[in-house]
Structures are given as structure tokens and as C-alpha cells.
């Protein structure tokens, strides 16, 4: 609360020095979690919060410079940045032709931080503690929903708005996202780590995230979630038939798009599936149409990070005008925007390469990469790296693509010793 409270220079050195009092202490996992914290905290909207914008970046920034100095402890260094390091060097040169050149080189230069320091965090975290790092991580998710639904019952203004809860991420899309990114992840845990939490645990966990998920009413969760689920059972079976039936879904989108309101109002779920804003999708069709009259000004080359948000405030008015607020909802439109379609290619190449080389442990992985490619189709999470999604997804990400924390030839479960 005292960070929220403070601000400038007073939080700054507030998260510093709570940062090096735990580092004193060799406490890299619990600095791990605090950065998944501080991550969720910067991206509520609720005013109380604000000062976390700032923090998460002097958070980042001493973490990295810890591996520097401590390298050794940290030996071998996590090379998962480096399939991402193609990407991040073509969105460094996109910064040329830049209008907001200063914020978008921060923002470049936090995504390569997040891809380089949380890997080698969490690799030291399992060699300091071994699986129980992910148990902390669990306990701040679990934290950070229960504490958003305590607040609805004895004070419920803050964290509800016009009837849909958002918790304390004080956005219902937002909390939605959140609720995905830890479902996937809690999931995947369970099926490699099946005895790490207990039935009771399992239990509490996902009623905390599925109630969540029911009163923030974030359709584009339930739908992913649902494609998780559908595709877990499918991609044991084949994942060719898991790829034939995710063509199916994208073939038969805009017709499911088209006649959505008959279908949502034939089973009587209109107030629940907010139809008013289904029959103009919520303004995203005004975004992507914005988004795209500016990619095909330059197809192939962006004009850097922070650029689509940039575009967006300059045509905030027209688009208020058309029931649109916010950026592009659609990560692969941002990044098409802001790194062209070359950075668009490798940044898809190094994220999918991941997906498969993690699925070579755990084939369901690939249903959790279905459902995020989903989700990021109508929100831009991806683009920005300092947000507990993206941190998430590389979490779990780093846990299977590492030799050390979940062997090569582990095909589904790993004994917790």
C-alpha cells in the first residue's frame, strides 16, 4: 500500500530498496514473484496503483544488473532470448523513423530485459528451490484474485464497474487476460507436476479463476479457455487434426461473427454476452481498419514500439466518434504496425518455435498457444513486455523449453521430489 501511495522519486526508491534488501538476502525467487506483482499491479487501472508504472522499470532494470554482477551465480545463462534477438534488433531499426522515439526505445529495450532476466531468474529460482518457485508464483495469482473478490463483497465500487467485476486489475478485459494466462498456466503445472498441489489446493485455484472469469464476463476468455480444454483432448490424438479444426474455427469466423447475436439471444445469454456490443464488436472493427490503412503506408518496415499507441491517441476523437477507446486490440495488427511485417515474421517465428520445441515435453502446450494466439487476436498484450501476460507466457515457456527444470525426454508428467 505504501508504494501505491508514494510517488516520483519516493516509490522509486521504495521498490529499489525492497529490491536490494531481497537480493541481500539471496532471495531471487521471492524477487521473481515480486516482479510478477509489481507487473500486475502497473497494469490496473485503479488510481491507487498508478505508481507502479514506474516501479515495474526499476524493478526490471536492478534485476538485470544483478546478473551482471553475479554471472557466476546465475551460470549457465538462459539462451531463451535468443531465438527473440532477430525481432528485437529489427524493432531497434524501426525506431529510425519513430515520432515517439524515447518511449518506444524504452519500450524495445524492456521487452529485450524481459526475454533475457526472467528465463535466468526463474533457471536460479529452481536450482535455489527447486519446484516450489512455481508454487509462489501460484500463491501471488492466487493473492491477486482473491483478494480482487474480497473486495467485492465488503467494497465492491472499487473493483466493479456498469455490473462486470474487474478486480484489481480495474479493467474487466484485463482481469479476464489475467485469468487466462494463469489458467494455462496452473493447467500446464498440473499435468507435468501432478502431485506439487494438493486436491484441495487444484480446487481452490481454479474456482478462484473460473469464478473471476463468470463475473468480469470477458467473452474472449471464455472462448479461449473453452479452446484450451477442446484442444488439449485433440492435439494427444493428433496434433494435425488439433491444426485441421483451428483452420475450421478461422474459416467459419466471420460467419459466426455475422449472425453471433441471433445465436447468443436464441439461448437467452444476451445480457450476460453483452449483445449491444456484439452487433458492432465492441468498436474493433474501426481500430483494425485504422490500424491496417496505416501498415499498407509501409508494408514491410514499422516505425518502432509505442508507435501504434501514438497513432491511436493522434485519432482518439474519430474513434470515440465510432464507439472505439484504446489501442488496436489485436497484437498481430500492433506489431505489424509498429515492426512491419518482417519484425510480425520473426517475432511469430521465435514465439512458435518456442511453442514447439516446449511441446516436445508436453504436447498440450500447443492447445495453450492456440488459446493465447486467440486471445492476442482481439487484445495487444503481446506487444508490451513490463505486463503479467506476457511475463507469464515466458514463464512457462522458459519451464519447458529448459532442460534443467523439466528433462528431455519427459513426455507428460515429472515427479516432484
Partial sequence: MLISIAGGPVNIAFVALCVLLLKLRNKD????????????????????????????????????????LNAKKFYPLSRFYLLFMPFIIVSFYCLIHSPVILTGLAKTLSYFLLLFTAPNYINKSYRDDGYDFIKLLVYVGVFVLLIGLLLKVFLPLPVSFEARFRGLLGNPNGLGLYCLVFFLMFALINRSLPDLFHRQEKIIVYFLILVSVFLCG??????????????????????????????????????????????VKSIGAESYFRTETLSNAAGRYVAWKLAWDNITKDIFLGRGFEYTNYLFDLNQKTLNDFGHQGNAHNSFLTFWLDTGLIGLLLYLFAMVGSFIKAARKQKVIIAAMFAIFFSAFFESYLTSSLNPYTLIIVLFLTVYTSDEIIPNKAQAIIPVH
Fill in 29 to 68: 525467487t521471492e524477487l521473481l514473484a515480486g516482479l510478477w506483482f509489481v507487473c500486475t499491479m502497473s497494469d490496473s487501472r485503479l488510481t491507487i496503483f498508478s505508481s507502479f508504472e514506474s516501479a515495474k522499470y526499476v524493478y526490471i532494470i536492478l534485476m538485470t544488473l544483478f546478473i551482471f
Fill in 218 to 263: 470477458s467473452r474472449n476468455t471464455i472462448v479461449a479457455i473453452m479452446i484450451y480444454i477442446m484442444f488439449s483432448y485433440l492435439t494427444r490424438i493428433s496434433p494435425l487434426l488439433g491444426f485441421l479444426l483451428l483452420l475450421f474455427i478461422l474459416t467459419g469466423y466471420e460467419y459466426i461473427n455475422i449472425n453471433i447475436v441471433s445465436i
